[in-house]
């Protein structure tokens, strides 16, 4: 996640931006072909509408706020046949990366944005390409501006399928994103429309002759979802990839999401990867932001080792990533990765408090997926 975050609302702790019982479903091959499961539930739920306001990112820090302008939601980019990526841009109400998949009797949709507009907005472009239905929408994690647009598809009659940690996380998870909720924004977070259809380990969802593979990888939250294309050789890699762009660290473990990327590297090492921040990923992409999280980690442990903490470990550690990945002030530079002025420091200090054993991530609610 990196959500837009409004000064007055948000905690700043994570900066920025922004119904059927599953064996009937696969009894009538959920209308779309074929779906194999490797230990899914479903609970009956009611898929509750929601529109609500974007959320913008505004940090102290900067001098010139780079999320104040208006830019457009999102640029759709067609990266193999039938298979569309969906780039937000920076600070535009999107918040986000989406995409989807068409296949010979249907369409899956991979996140929905952070705002129901935009969602529309994607739903308006799939439109123009096909008239097949949307018949899943997949949740990459739970985070806000991943999820945000959930009502529009589940209302358009799409199934809402993730990782079962999902639904337990993205009606209560989501309210850390906020300082103080009031209670219109507790009532949004609260009536998000959440998966209706979850899983442990894997599910392969065929549309038509089609295979879609969603896999559960460690890393960013604790509930990612990877979802894989064979056919094209493309990998939908949620916020366990980010393309030139610093990570939201808030429910990440650092050690397992390293490990994630180089099974990725491993097992698609020629892929199109379209990351959850920034634009399409290529390996070297991948490659790339692996090596920033290992970087991090070991400058940050050779603080520790140092007995440096707080305000001095920040100080001993963020000139070494500033060389590499921030060099702003240079045009074009290719040292200059997004959202570097606002993640930089709550990635070293997030980075030490996992390294300490001191850091805080979200819990599974129970074994069956949780949720109201």
């Not at 589940?154 to 990782?163: D, E, P, R, V």
């Not at 990570?247 to 180089?262: C, F, G, H």
């Amino acid at each position: 996640m990196a959500f837009p975050e409004r000064r007055s609302q948000l905690h700043l702790s994570r900066p920025y931006y922004r119904n059927k019982c599953v064996f009937r479903l696969l009894e009538h091959g959920l209308n779309a072909g074929h779906v194999s499961i490797s230990g899914m539930w479903n609970r009956p739920i009611t898929l509750a509408s929601v529109v609500f306001l974007l959320v913008i990112l505004s940090v102290p820090s900067f001098a010139a706020d780079p999320f104040a302008a208006d830019p457009a939601d999102f640029t759709l980019k067609k990266i193999a046949e039938g298979i569309y990526a969906a780039i937000g841009s920076d600070g535009g109400r999107a918040g986000s990366n989406a995409s989807f998949i068409v296949g010979s009797n249907g369409v899956v949709v991979v996140d929905t944005f952070e705002d129901a507009a935009p969602a529309r907005d994607l739903l308006a472009e799939i439109r123009k390409v096909t008239n097949l239905p949307v018949r899943f929408v997949i949740n990459t994690h739970y985070h806000l501006d991943h999820t945000g647009g959930n009502a529009v598809f589940a209302q358009a009659g799409a199934t809402i399928l993730a990782h079962r940690n999902v639904r337990g996380w993205v009606r209560t998870e989501n309210l850390k994103f906020f300082r103080d909720p009031k209670p219109e924004q507790k009532a949004m977070v609260e009536s998000l429309a959440q998966p209706d259809m979850v899983y442990t380990d894997a599910v392969d969802i065929y549309l038509g002759t089609r295979q879609i593979q969603v896999r559960y990888m460690l890393g960013h939250t604790g509930g990612d979802s990877v979802v894989i294309v064979p056919d094209a050789n493309v990998v939908m890699a949620g916020d366990l990839v980010w393309q030139k762009h610093l990570p939201n660290l808030i429910d990440a473990t650092t050690s397992d999401w390293v490990k994630t990327l180089e099974k990725l590297l491993a097992d698609h090492p020629t892929a199109t990867y379209v990351s959850g921040h920034g634009d399409v990923a290529t390996v070297n992409d991948v490659r790339d932001f692996h090596d920033y999280l290992v970087t991090l980690r070991e400058a940050v442990a050779k603080a520790q080792a140092a007995g440096k903490t707080d305000q001095a470990l920040v100080d001993a550690v963020l000139p070494q990533l500033q060389e590499k990945y921030g060099k702003c002030d240079v045009p074009s530079s290719s040292s200059c990765w997004g959202f570097f002025k606002p993640f930089s420091t709550r990635n070293i200090m997030q980075t030490a408090a996992e390294l300490n054993g001191t850091k805080k991530v979200p819990v599974p609610a129970d074994k069956d997926g949780g949720g109201k």
